[in-house]
């Protein structure tokens, strides 16, 4: 019998790229540069924060700034802007799974009008539709508390949820639901025992997107509130701002205290957000 020819097996060898090795570096830069000269700005003292320059080391460096923010309200701030987060979060997973599980298995022409109708609301900036939010936030006597903050914060995260936990849902196995279904399970059931099991990873992107919102949200707090009692982070750093000038260095003290509760969070589900963004297409 005539030899067969053996199969060579290819070595794959990555190849350098110094094109994207560059492009990397360039980027670590862009987003190391700004953070280090904020925590630089954060332990320089008043009087020298407008001379030196902004990516020198502070040859003087303090914590008073830090100690300032500390004892100036930020505990009630951050304690303000926490509730508004979590409950944004919980109303958003509360509306939003079912809505998608919804959207999801019910295959009408109704539903899918529905489905495309609620995520228009992607398209419309809260800019838009402020001076009607603040009307009906006065009539329902809801102005000057956390409740206006967080029901409209809520309302604009809600369609980016929807679509991203529609895309998770749809890569749950048909066959999973008929399983189920021959089991005599009802859809309520499915619900929390297939659907939500196995689309963590879309709600754990939910979760972070809400909490995101809410921390990061500045015009509802500003249109809607006044009084210090519902005051959150973003618009405590006013108390910095004067007639006579700015504290620059305790407003960026501020900024570094306030970015650091979002960022451990973020370092702790950053798979879960990645993995969940790559499924908002579906299959």
């Known amino acids: 019998m005539p030899e067969q020819p053996t199969r060579r097996r290819r070595h794959w060898t990555r190849r350098p790229n110094p094109v994207a090795g560059l492009g990397s570096l360039l980027w670590l830069a862009v987003v190391i540069?700004?953070?280090y000269a904020m925590i630089s700005a954060s332990v320089t003292r008043q009087d020298k924060a407008l001379g030196n320059n902004a990516?020198?080391?502070?040859?003087?460096?303090?914590?008073?700034?830090y100690n300032t923010v500390l004892h100036n309200g930020f505990g009630h701030f951050l304690a303000n802007t926490a509730l508004v987060a979590a409950a944004v979060v919980g109303i958003v997973l509360v509306l939003c799974v079912p809505l998608a599980y919804v959207a999801v298995r019910t295959r009408t022409v109704w539903s899918s009008a529905a489905f495309r109708l609620f995520l228009m609301g992607v398209a419309?900036?809260?800019?838009a539709v402020v001076?009607?939010?603040?009307?009906?936030?006065?009539?329902?006597d809801l102005y000057d508390s956390l409740l206006a903050v967080i029901l409209p914060t809520a309302a604009f995260a809600m369609p980016v949820s929807v679509l991203i936990l529609t895309g998770t849902l749809r890569d749950i196995s048909e066959d999973l639901y008929e399983a189920m279904a021959l089991d005599g399970a009802?859809?309520?059931?499915?619900?929390?025992q297939l659907v939500i099991p196995m689309t963590k990873g879309g709600i754990s992107t939910v979760v972070i997107y809400a909490a995101l919102q809410a921390w990061n949200g500045f015009l509802f707090p500003l249109i809607f509130t006044?009084?210090?009692?519902?005051?959150?982070?973003?618009?405590?750093?006013?108390?910095?701002?004067?007639?006579?000038?700015?504290n620059i260095p305790?407003?960026?003290a501020s900024v570094v205290l306030s970015g650091i509760p979002i960022f451990a969070v973020y370092l702790v589900a950053r798979r879960a957000l990645?993995?969940?963004?790559?499924g908002v297409g579906g299959k």
């Open 131 to 140: 001076v009607p939010l603040y009307l009906m936030i006065a009539k329902l």
């Open 33 to 35: 540069i700004p953070i």
């Open 274 to 278: 990645v993995g969940g963004l790559m």
């Open 124 to 127: 419309i900036p809260a800019q």
């Open 186 to 192: 009802s859809a309520t059931r499915m619900l929390f």
């Open 226 to 246: 006044q009084s210090d009692g519902p005051r959150v982070l973003t618009l405590g750093l006013f108390n910095y701002v004067s007639q006579f000038g700015v």
């Open 55 to 65: 990516l020198k080391p502070p040859t003087d460096p303090t914590f008073a700034n």
């Open 250 to 252: 305790a407003l960026l």
